[in-house]
């Protein structure tokens, strides 16, 4: 790893308010399922997706997007009269192509809040884990800036499969040349499986949505807050001083 980053962990809202106030490069990890949602439904053509903290600014926002779609959950359930849930299996398809998705979570976009514009933070699970990994040591490199990995959490307080991603994340950015941490899908997959929103998963029907999400590297793009709204990085971007 280069001497001119250093990479730290925290988890919750509190962290990253810090994170946000010492202007680091942060990635925010919510890896069961926001963050996988997210990366999914860019990845599939989503124009933006804009998260919001409750369900009722959620309603409230899409009259601003009259080509948008609702999304989201509570207790993992889509919230009633909303277009999608929080299945990042739900946004492989051509239907949102082009429109942009009011988000609202229980646990990611509550921990987000309303960073201002000048947050340089960035989405991470181990569906983009390599991906990300390169753009955040990038943008540190560029700005010369610490990088904070942030585990979203939960309304428990730590969420052991966002801590277990973000381990494995932070081996990529400062190893990004060397082996990964795990051995393959299963290896992951069965440690989500174990976690508490595993088994909260499993419990209402969306198993299948952890093996979805333990794929490493199925996309090669990373989510970046921009205008209040995540879209793809670009390095063409200008990025915050």
Do not use: W
């Amino acid at each position: 790893m280069s001497d001119s980053i250093s990479v730290n962990h925290s988890s919750g809202p509190e962290a990253l308010a810090e994170a946000v106030t010492q202007n680091h490069v942060i990635v925010l990890v919510d890896v069961l399922r926001a963050s996988s949602t997210i990366i999914t439904a860019l990845a599939n053509g989503a124009s933006k997706i804009i998260p919001v903290p409750t369900v009722e600014e959620a309603r409230e926002r899409i009259y601003h997007y009259p080509n948008g779609f609702l999304a989201g959950e509570r207790a993992a359930h889509p919230p009633a009269g909303f277009d999608y849930g929080n299945s990042p299996r739900s946004f492989l398809t051509t239907r949102i192509k082009g429109h942009p998705i009011i988000l609202t979570t229980s646990n990611f976009t509550r921990t987000l809040g309303k960073p201002p514009d000048t947050a340089t933070i960035l989405v991470g699970a181990f569906l983009n884990i390599d991906h990300v990994a390169k753009t955040a040591r990038y943008l540190s490199e560029k700005t010369a800036q610490p990088i904070s990995v942030i585990s979203a959490g939960s309304l428990h307080g730590v969420s052991t499969e966002d801590d277990f991603t973000s381990y494995h994340l932070i081996i990529r950015i400062e190893d990004p040349e060397g082996p990964p941490g795990y051995a393959d899908i299963g290896d992951l997959s069965r440690e989500l499986l174990v976690s508490r929103h595993g088994s909260l998963l499993v419990q209402t029907g969306y198993e299948d949505d952890i093996y979805f999400c333990a794929q490493p590297n199925r996309y090669n793009l990373t989510p970046i807050l921009r205008d209040g709204g995540f879209v793809p990085f670009s390095s063409e971007m200008k990025i915050p001083e």
